[in-house]
């Protein structure tokens, strides 16, 4: 690291003459993920940095320093991180650790014409066009192709699968130029069907009694909630017994198969060290959760007991007046806070009563109304600041709760957009139906417009969408949303032509690293 510093500094004075007897120290700026998934690789580049710098200046001369920021492996922070560095006085940036935020920052740095090394980020987007961006590490290009090549000449495998993330920019590109260069070697993909077959997951298929029972009980209403959950504990440990006595049973290729009462006392110790372990992290994450629904059930009981509700439905209606859209914002936020941490049958008891009077008052259809404010009081469970589904997930995972419940409700865009659908276009929910054409057209406009708006939200394509494109996508989404024929061409056609324009891309690109 410390030569890797030195080397840095060192192409840097020879870029700018601002760092050439200098009087102060040079200040170099660090970013990378500090906290998250990825901290251990944010994390390890800090440290090595600090300490090559602790020993640069302990040589005497020049002085350098070193101010690590933390972009949680996030293109959009990692880039705000950068503009604090720039405030702070960074005159070179050891930026960033991974590959999508690099690609943004890098782009930036470019503009600002600031000298950028990263130690780790792979992508050949990283330096392309730019001079003054600089990669340490091998590219996605070099490790795609070597991967083959070193399984050809090593007779490692003539069938490979390759599972990777299309969202993800590192992955993506490890994985076009593997599949370029193994087509080229000879190595050949796993057809469909030479797949795992159905039989081998219905042969497990026993594992997903407990699931069936919770289910089967809730919605039954034979048992209490509490009854419901025991016994499906208890059906989980019993299904896990079994589990752990045909896995003994069946032994494995290196060995021959467990006698019936080695395999029974096996599983019995498996299953009773597996049934303790899983209840204590289940006690544990389930301290989040209640905390959580505590402080939402006092919330969610003020706002009821007080009458506020009610005072609600009045000021609402008169702050909307003629604008409709402001009655149902505001009406989708007192929903949001009346439905969080409240059960499904609760929720939707609260909000016919306070909030679906307020839709009706402004003139939409009850049935209308009364979807539009059940929706949202359902969605108030993946809605932070209070997302209890989410933050109960969270505790499962070991995830941090509010990135968990902003991911949520991104992943969620649906469930946020179509009662709107509902509140304009009636003909969703069968009301007010001219004929069955009407029906027809709501429901694919609907469905192609979430599809844009999902597509912009997530960035991703064929491949990754640029802002610019991203832009477009929400407006032709919304675009098929609004009512009218118009509308609903004019934003089919932006989203096609996106949609065309994303995959002729990406097929040149494909055929351009097959050859």
Known sequence: MKKLLAAAVAAAMTMTATFAMAD????????????????????????????AIDELNALGGQQYELNAQDDEADAEKSVNAYNNLLDWGAQMMLATVTTNPCIAVGAQAHEDRVFMLTPSASSSDVTADKDNVYQVCFTDPAQGTASAQYIAEHKLAEKVAVIYNNADAYSTGIYQTFDAEAKKLGLKGISRDQLPKWKLLARDCYLIIPLILLVWLVSSGSKTMSHSAAYSILAAIVVGFVNFFLQGKRGDEEHEAQSAGKALASAGKRSFFSAVESLEAGSRGAITVAVACAMAGII???????????????????????????????????????????????????????????????????????????????????????????????AIAKSNPMKTGLNATKLAIAAFIVPYIFAYSPALLFENISGWWEVVQICVSALLGIFGIAAALNGHLFKKVGWPLRILLVVGGLGMMIPGTVTDLAGLLLVGAIVAYQYLSNKRASASAAA
């Open 300 to 394: 969610a009981g003020c706002i009821t007991v007080t009458g506020l509700a009610s005072i609600l439905i009045n000021a609402i209606v008169q702050l909307a007046g003629n604008a409709t859209i402001i009655g149902l914002v505001l009406t989708m936020l007192c929903c949001i806070v009346l439905g969080m941490g409240v059960p499904t049958t609760a929720n939707y008891c609260i909000m016919a009563s306070t909030c679906a009077p307020i839709l009706i008052q402004l003139g939409f259809p009850v049935v209308a109304a009364h979807f539009f404010v059940f929706y949202f009081g359902i969605v108030a469970d993946i809605t932070p600041p209070v997302a209890l589904a989410a933050y109960a997930g969270s």
């Open 24 to 51: 102060g120290a040079i200040k170099i700026g660090e970013i990378g993920p500090l906290t998250g998934a990825a901290a251990i690789y944010g994390t390890a580049v800090a440290n090595g940095a600090q300490i």
